[in-house]
């Protein structure tokens, strides 16, 4: 069965900084999709950035990019400039076929 | 601007009630989902469903049913509710095409007292 792991249950970072939140999966498929979800107080998911297993080049979005190391079975979010607006959860993903799986989420604080 | 609603944000039941959680999205999307959200477990899937009549248990499926009646209302039942089902319960959909873009509800917080 497919597992995702988040390693860190809290972080942490100042306004404008660097941070990079880290997962890693198990699956013995070759194609699947990974994805970077944000929880905000107000509870409502949000998609921030995905990627397909299949492509060797990494996302980004904005301010967000991913390493994707499929071999070592890693996929971290790297949150660049960091805003207040970035407080809080995100979940890591996976998904190949249907259901999503998801990590136990890391919670980030940002302060000024 | 795409959506899923889910029919109460609050909810207290008493123990023993059989509790009804609805989800109702506009996308016209085949696949609907159940998550249950705990603090240190994160989303753990409860059922879903791939199409109207159709479900699949998930990971978490005890003590809960579902119903599917049409495409675009998908329902939690717990059946008889237990304080141990006190949490924050998240619905989603995605198209069988392009099952990258799920998209949640607002959840709804349920506490069996």
């Known amino acids: 069965a497919q597992t995702v792991t988040q390693s860190q249950p809290e972080m942490s970072v100042q306004e404008a900084e660097t941070v990079t939140l880290s997962c890693t999966y198990d699956?013995?498929?070759?194609?699947?999709?990974l994805f970077w979800y944000k929880q905000p107080p107000s509870r409502q998911m949000i998609l921030v950035i995905r990627?397909?297993?299949?492509?060797?080049q990494n996302a980004t979005e904005n301010r967000f990019s991913v390493n994707f190391q499929k071999a070592a079975k890693s996929f971290s979010l790297k949150i660049s400039d960091s805003q207040l607006g970035d407080a809080a959860m995100y979940f890591c993903?996976?998904?190949?076929?249907?259901?999503?799986?998801f990590g136990t989420g890391t919670r980030l604080q940002v302060f000024p | 601007d795409v959506k899923v609603t889910q029919s109460s944000r609050y909810l207290v039941k008493r123990t023993g009630e059989k509790v009804f959680l609805e989800c109702v999205q506009d996308?016209?999307?085949?696949?609907m989902f159940w998550y249950r959200q705990d603090p240190g477990l994160g989303l753990r899937l409860i059922y879903f469903?791939?199409?109207?009549?159709?479900?699949e248990k998930g990971d978490i499926p005890e003590g809960y049913s579902v119903s599917r009646e049409k495409k675009e209302r998908f329902s939690l039942i717990l059946e008889s509710a237990s304080t141990n089902q006190t949490s924050m319960y998240l619905c989603?959909?995605?198209?069988?095409?392009?099952?990258?873009?799920?998209?949640f509800g607002q959840g709804t917080r349920l506490t069996v007292v």
């Open positions: 989603a959909s995605s198209s069988y095409r392009e099952i990258s873009e799920a998209f």
């Open positions: 699956t013995s498929e070759s194609d699947y999709y």
């Open positions: 990627q397909e297993a299949y492509k060797q």
């Open positions: 993903a996976y998904s190949r076929t249907d259901k999503l799986i």
């Open positions: 996308m016209d999307h085949e696949n």
């Open positions: 469903s791939y199409d109207v009549k159709m479900k």
